[in-house]
């Protein structure tokens, strides 16, 4: 066996010992086999809410602690086919397959590590704009919104429309959903910017070249009320409202939506969604602690990234992507690079390579270094 694959063996066992230290693995476990304890409880489902929530932390721990068991296994008896190797070639396949099956492994839950927030392991609120291009920008923001969906499906994460106001010619002037999986903030939350779109309009006559954007937010769902204090009589300005669009009489002739404002940061949320004025005031309410949560990472990162010089500014504001469909087609990452040549396939919910690379992006120095912007 050649000497190559011993040093890999030994480097893999090393960052096997790191990634079981960064990702409290012999914590995690435990944790586990207490949420199974739990579980078996007779009256577990008694409480459904409370045995949803119970589960979505169950997954997201198996998430990690299934395949760190299965790198840890096998890392341990790296050295034992290697002996093997030694005296018989014929395993010298197994070998090589063996160390580069694990490397692979070991470099996705190495990303998993870089997701230590406080609210990377929550469920994402996303909420999506249409911002310039008119019609277009309507269409390209409805575009969005079914490619997260796409995304959410392929990973089994559940996607549950919060609100949506549809445009009147095409597409949606705005939508807020949610996403719960495993990871699915720490995962979600490098799509907030500005997102553009370059393409033959399909709403212009002349076939002409139109550019739109779609903005979108995300944010953490806040399962611990405490953890954001919020006076909802003192701090919160509310009002309700017709809800507009489709819906029937009722969402029409009733005032059951709800706009919320808070006095000290500015940030309104609106939900029209549900019939009730009291399912969309819980609504509101938990996206507003959403925003609020948001607000709180950005501001640590900020101070924790403070001492690097030059740090490009990234938030709902910034442009981060742009897709092309004309003259040829590709999406493009403008702080991280990461590029795809396929336009359709990224639209069907392709999409982890971008978020893959801005966790790495964000890894180098607070993201120091952006992307040739792309002008075409």
């Known amino acids: 066996m050649e000497t190559e694959w011993y040093s890999r063996t030994t480097a ?9 230290d960064s990702l409290d693995y012999d914590n ?11 579980m078996a409880a007779p009256d577990f489902w008694n409480n459904q809410e409370k045995a949803r929530e119970v589960m979505g932390k169950f997954k997201a721990l198996l998430a990690v602690t299934k395949p760190l068991e299965e790198v840890v296994r096998g890392a341990g008896d790296l050295p034992g086919l290697l002996e093997m190797a030694e005296s018989d070639n014929s395993f010298d396949g197994e070998v090589i397959t063996e160390v580069e099956r694990l490397e692979k492994l070991v470099e996705e839950l190495e990303l ?18 249409a911002r310039d291009g008119g019609t277009d920008a309507n269409d390209w923001a409805e575009m969005l919104m079914r490619m997260y969906m796409q995304y959410a499906a392929k990973n089994e994460f559940e996607f549950v429309v919060m609100d949506r106001l549809d445009n009147e010619q095409a597409g949606i002037n705005h939508a807020t959903v949610m996403i719960k999986g495993p990871m699915a903030y720490g995962y979600l939350k490098g799509e907030t910017g500005l997102h553009r779109l370059v393409r033959i309009s399909p709403f212009n006559s002349e ?12 944010s953490p769902e806040v399962e611990d009320e405490a953890e954001i ?50 399912q969309n005031r819980a609504l509101a309410r938990k996206m507003m602690l959403a925003r609020l949560a948001r607000l709180a ?14 740090k490009v500014k990234v938030g709902f504001g910034s442009q981060i992507r742009n897709y092309f ?16 040549n396929n336009f359709h396939q990224v639209m069907d919910g392709n999409i982890q390579g971008f ?16 992307a040739a912007d792309d002008e075409e």
């Open 12 to 20: 893999l066992q090393q960052r096997v010992a790191q990634l079981r």
């Open 28 to 38: 995690k476990l435990k944790k586990v086999a207490e949420i199974n304890e739990r």
């Open 112 to 129: 998993k590590a870089l997701l230590n927030g406080p609210h990377d392991s929550a469920n994402a609120i996303m909420s999506i704009y």
């Open 207 to 218: 076939g002409k070249r139109q550019t739109s954007f779609a903005a979108i937010d995300v």
């Open 229 to 278: 204090v919020v006076d909802w009589a003192k701090d919160v300005r509310e009002e309700t409202m017709r809800a507009g669009g489709a819906g029937g009489q009722h969402v029409n002739k009733t005032e059951s939506a709800i706009r919320l404002l808070h006095y000290e940061t500015g940030i309104e949320v609106k939900c029209q969604n549900e019939r009730s004025q009291h």
């Open 297 to 310: 990472d950005e501001k640590r990162e900020a101070e924790s990234a403070a001492q690097y010089k030059g």
């Open 325 to 340: 469909l004309h003259p040829d087609q590709r999406v493009k990452d403008q702080r991280t690079g990461y590029l795809m």
């Open 355 to 370: 978020m893959d690379s801005y966790l790495r992006w964000r890894m180098k120095e607070g993201g120091g270094e952006v």
